[in-house]
Nanobody, 120 residues
Framework: QVQLVESGGGLVRPGDSLTLSCAAS????????MGWFRQATGKEREFVAA?????????YYADSVKGRFTISRDDAKNTVYLQMNSLKPDDTAIYYC????????????WGQGAQVTVSS
């Protein structure tokens, strides 16, 4: 079992930056694919960013965040990050961390979510 806990959400203004953290416990995340999804009010959950297990080079981003968001992992801290720059009101959503043994198409583990609100 893996428990995922997101932190770092909040209220920011358009153009600001914010970094979300996802702290994992229960097992090392090194062999897991890790990623971020988000769900805005009234919309379906959507993919944001993902990275393959440590040792693989896969990095994936939704077109809507490419060039603005960066996913990274620190296996020593068992933590995954989502650096979000140039935030827009459309980025407002609950952000969920996910982990998967065989990718994230059907993620095995989910966090409880962190609210990010971008508003002037």
């Amino acid at each position: 079992q893996v428990q995922l806990v997101e932190s770092g959400g909040g209220l920011v203004r358009p153009g600001d930056s914010l970094t979300l953290s996802c702290a994992a416990s229960g097992r090392p995340i090194r062999p897991l694919a890790m990623g971020w999804f988000r769900q805005a009010t009234g919309k379906e959950r959507e993919f944001v960013a993902a990275m393959s297990r440590t040792g693989s080079r896969g990095l994936y981003y939704a077109d809507s965040v490419k060039g603005r968001f960066t996913i990274s992992r620190d296996d020593a801290k068992n933590t995954v990050y989502l650096q979000m720059n140039s935030l827009k009101p459309d980025d407002t959503a609950i952000y969920y961390c996910a982990a998967g043994v065989s990718g994230l198409k059907n993620a095995d583990y989910w966090g409880q979510g962190a609210q990010v609100t971008v508003s002037s």
